[in-house]
């Protein structure tokens, strides 16, 4: 089993009940904040190690690491393996900053979103815009519906009833 699979079956598997899924989560959310902030603080730092040293690195245990990897792994420049990692896969973390954010939000991850690292990474305006952005990806615009005495959309200058409206 890969460790991904290892992760997903800890934290989503059938055999987990709901009271270990949340205290599962609880922590890892705790363990995911934290080394945000770390890569945040220097996000143009490029962290190239294997799957072992990175766990290592933020004192932390190979499936959370794995469960962050695949948090992340949308947002960078040039995803990792993650679907046949093992603890010696060498991986890299190249941030697209506005695409973790983007994914942050969508994730409604507000504990990760709102970390005061982003004040010096992205701007007030830019967070806004891909906060916006993200939120309005989701949304459904129906159009307008024609009324039967409007001029038609086809542009003949008829009435919608007399031209395309018409049964």
């Not at 089993?1 to 890892?28: C, S, V």
């Not at 409007?150 to 003949?156: E, K, M, R, V, Y």
């Amino acid at each position: 089993m890969t460790l991904l699979e290892n992760w997903r079956n800890k934290a989503y598997g059938d055999a987990t009940d709901d009271k270990q899924k949340e205290e599962i989560w609880k922590n890892y959310f705790l363990v995911e904040k934290g080394i945000y902030e770390k890569i945040l603080e220097n996000p143009k730092d490029i962290i190239t190690c294997t799957v072992a040293e990175l766990a290592t690195k933020f004192d932390t245990d190979i499936q959370t690491v794995t469960g962050f990897l695949d948090g992340i792994n949308d947002s960078l420049n040039k995803p990792n393996p993650i679907e046949e990692m093992k603890e010696d896969t060498v991986i890299s973390l190249d941030i697209n900053l506005e695409k973790l954010y983007y994914n942050m939000v969508e994730a409604k991850a507000d504990w990760l979103y709102n970390l005061p690292q982003w004040d010096a990474l992205l701007s007030e305006e830019k967070r806004k815009e891909l906060y916006k952005s993200q939120k309005k990806s989701g949304t459904v615009v129906k159009e307008k519906k024609v009324g039967r005495n409007d001029p038609c959309p086809c542009g003949s200058g008829k009435k919608y009833k007399f031209c395309c409206g018409k049964n």
